[in-house]
Nanobody, 115 residues
Framework: QMQLVESGGGLVQPGGSLRLSCAAS????????IGWFRQAPGKEREEVACINNGDGTTSYVASVKGRFTISRDNLRNTVYLEMNRLEVEDTAVYYC????????WGQGTQVTVST
C-alpha cells in the first residue's frame, strides 16, 4: 500500500525554523516528483514546493521562495521541507503528496507560527 506520512510540525515563534519530513512506504519515492502542500483555516489547499525526480529540480510558490527548501533523501525514502524565517501567515496543516497520482491525503502535520 502506497502511503506518505508527514511529521515535524509544531509551535514556533515568528522568525523561527522547522524541518518537516515526508516518509514514503509501499513505493520508491525517488521515482516520482513530490510536492509539499498546506491548508490554512478557511483557505484552499495550495502547493508550496515541489521537487522533481531525476534531476531534483525544485519549484516554490512565491510566498515561500527564499525561506523554504525542499530536498529528498532517496536512501531514506523521505522528502524534507526546511522552513526558515517563518511568518504567522505560514500557519497551516502541511501535507506531502505525489502530484501525478495523487495519493489519498494523510493527516498532515500542524505548523503554528505565533508569539
Amino acid at each position: 500500500q502506497m502511503q506518505l506520512v508527514e511529521s515535524g510540525g509544531g509551535l514556533v515563534q515568528p522568525g523561527g525554523s522547522l524541518r518537516l519530513s515526508c516518509a514514503a512506504s509501499g513505493f520508491t519515492l525517488a521515482n516520482y516528483a513530490i510536492g509539499w502542500f498546506r491548508q490554512a483555516p478557511g483557505k484552499e489547499r495550495e502547493e508550496v514546493a515541489c521537487i522533481n525526480n531525476g534531476d531534483g529540480t525544485t519549484s516554490y510558490v512565491a510566498s515561500v521562495k527564499g525561506r523554504f527548501t525542499i530536498s529528498r533523501d532517496n536512501l531514506r525514502n523521505t522528502v524534507y521541507l526546511e522552513m526558515n524565517r517563518l511568518e504567522v501567515e505560514d500557519t497551516a496543516v502541511y501535507y506531502c503528496n505525489v502530484p501525478e497520482l495523487p495519493l489519498p491525503w494523510g493527516q498532515g502535520t500542524q505548523v503554528t507560527v505565533s508569539t
